[in-house]
C-alpha cells in the first residue's frame, strides 16, 4: 500500500458509527485510511501524533473520554490544517455551525465529505462561499474538495447524475419525486392503495425513527424542511438561484397546536392526539381512490411560477409513487436529452447503511484524488 490520506470524523451516531464500519471493512484498497479523529458533541477521541487511532474499542473509548476533549469547529481547523498528510473531514453531523466553517476548512486544504444538508441549502451566500473556497479542477492553489452525495437520497446516485447530466451538456427541465425516506416509508404505511388494516399517523411516524430514517430531530422531517433542503440542493445544482430552503412554499405535518412545542419528547408524547387531522386527509384520498405522497418538484419550465415546490400530493393507485416500498426514494430528471421518459433513481433513501456508503463513496473518491 503506497498511498494514504488522514480521516477525521465527526458524528458518530448512526450514520458515523456505520462509517466507521463500513471504512474498517473495505478490501483490497490501494489506499491506507487513516482515521485519526472521531468526535461527538461533547468528547473527541484525538490522534495527537496524527498516527491512526486503535479501531477496535472506538466506541468504548469515545464514551470513556472525558469532555474536555470535545473540540470547537476553530479548534478542529487548526489541528487538521496541521496535518502531515491529505486530510477528510467527515462530517456526519446535522449540526448547522460546523457546516459554516467549511469555506475556512476547504481553504485551508481540508476536503469534505458529508451527508450533513445544512450547508448547502442554508442561505445562498453559504453555498456560494463553499464552492467559491473548493478546489476546482483547473486552480493551482491547495484547497480542499467537497463531495455531498448523501445529502439527497442517502446513498443513491442523485448528486452525481445531476452533476454528470449537467457536465456533459444536457438541459434540466424538471426533476419530480420522493427524497424524504422518512416522508415516504411513513404515507407507503399510512395511505395504501389497497384495502388493508389503517395505520394511525403517530404510530407509522415512531416506527420511522425507530428504524434511524429520521432526522435527529423528527420534526425537521414532519415539517416538510428536510425535502427543502434537499430541493434547494438539487435546484440550485440545476442553476437556480434559490435563497434558501424556505423561499419556496413548503407544506408542514406538523399538527398547528404543536408548533410552539419546544422539547421534541414532548412533540412525540402528544402527536398522537392529532391523528384526526392526518386521518381525515387519508380518508378524503382513499374516498377518490388514491393514495398521498408528499413530493417536491424543481420545474425549469416556461411560465412556471412556484419553480420549487414541496408537500403532498394525491396519486392513483396505479401511479408507480403509489407501489413505493418502504423508505425507497424515487427521482425522475426530465431533461432535454431524455425526452418524454424521465431518467429515474429508485432505492431505500434513508437508514444508517446506504447513507454511510455514499458517504464513504465520496471519501474514496476524494482519496484517489488527493492521496500521498
Ligand atoms: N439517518 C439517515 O437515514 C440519514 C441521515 N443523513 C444525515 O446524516 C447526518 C447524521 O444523521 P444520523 O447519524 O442519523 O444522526 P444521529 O443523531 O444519530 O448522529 C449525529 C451525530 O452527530 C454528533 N454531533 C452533533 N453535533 C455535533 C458537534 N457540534 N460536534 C461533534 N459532533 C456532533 C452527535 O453527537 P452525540 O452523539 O454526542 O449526540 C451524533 O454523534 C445528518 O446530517 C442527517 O441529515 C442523510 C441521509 C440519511
Ligand atoms: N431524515 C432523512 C434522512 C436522509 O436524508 C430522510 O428521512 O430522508
Ligand atoms: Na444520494
Known amino acids: 500500500m503506497s498511498r494514504a490520506v488522514n480521516i477525521a470524523i465527526v458524528g458518530a451516531g448512526l450514520v458515523g458509527s456505520a462509517f466507521i464500519n463500513s471504512l474498517q471493512s473495505l478490501r483490497s484498497s490501494s489506499i491506507a485510511y487513516n482515521i485519526i479523529l472521531i468526535a461527538r458533541s461533547s468528547k473527541a477521541l484525538v490522534s495527537k501524533q496524527y498516527t491512526p487511532l486503535p479501531l477496535k474499542t472506538w466506541s468504548s473509548d469515545l464514551a470513556a473520554a472525558s469532555s474536555a476533549s470535545a473540540l470547537s469547529p476553530g479548534d478542529l481547523a487548526a489541528y487538521l490544517e496541521k496535518s502531515p498528510l491529505p486530510v477528510i473531514l467527515v462530517d456526519n453531523t446535522s449540526n448547522e455551525a460546523l457546516a459554516r466553517v467549511y469555506p475556512l476548512f476547504l481553504q485551508q486544504g481540508v476536503s469534505i ?31 480542499g474538495l467537497v463531495y455531498h452525495e448523501s445529502t439527497v437520497g442517502a446513498g443513491l446516485p442523485i448528486i452525481s447524475t445531476l452533476k454528470d447530466l449537467i457536465a456533459t451538456g444536457d ?13 415516504s416509508y411513513i404515507f407507503n404505511e399510512f395511505s395504501t392503495a389497497g384495502e388493508g388494516e389503517v395505520k394511525k399517523f403517530s404510530e407509522v ?49 406538523i399538527p398547528k397546536a404543536l408548533d410552539s412545542v ?17 386521518e381525515e386527509l387519508r380518508s378524503d384520498a382513499a374516498a377518490q381512490g388514491k393514495v398521498l405522497r408528499f413530493v417536491g418538484k424543481v420545474d425549469l419550465g416556461d411560465g412556471v411560477s412556484d419553480r420549487v415546490k414541496v408537500g403532498i400530493e394525491k396519486y392513483d393507485g396505479s401511479h408507480p409513487f403509489a407501489s413505493l416500498k418502504g423508505s425507497d426514494n424515487v427521482i425522475a430528471f426530465y431533461t432535454k436529452r431524455y425526452g418524454k421518459n424521465p431518467l429515474i433513481v429508485q432505492g431505500a433513501g434513508a437508514g444508517a447503511d446506504v447513507t454511510a456508503m455514499g458517504v464513504l463513496a465520496d471519501v474514496i473518491k476524494i482519496a484517489e484524488r488527493i492521496a500521498k
Open 262 to 278: 419546544e422539547e421534541v419528547s414532548e412533540f412525540l408524547a402528544r402527536l398522537p392526539e392529532y391523528d384526526a387531522e392526518t
Open 205 to 253: 411516524v415512531f416506527k420511522a425513527k425507530e428504524l434511524g430514517y429520521t432526522e435527529p430531530d423528527p420534526r425537521e422531517d414532519l415539517n416538510g424542511l428536510d425535502v427543502a433542503r434537499k430541493l434547494t440542493i438539487l435546484a440550485r445544482l440545476s442553476g437556480l438561484e434559490v435563497q434558501s430552503a424556505t423561499s419556496f412554499p413548503v407544506q408542514s405535518l
Open 113 to 143: 465529505a458529508t451527508p450533513n444538508k445544512k450547508a448547502f441549502s442554508s442561505e445562498l451566500g453559504l453555498w456560494t462561499a463553499i464552492f467559491k473556497a473548493a478546489a476546482n479542477l483547473t486552480g493551482t492553489e491547495k484547497r
Open 171 to 183: 438541459e434540466i427541465v424538471k426533476i419530480e419525486g420522493i427524497v424524504s425516506g422518512t416522508l
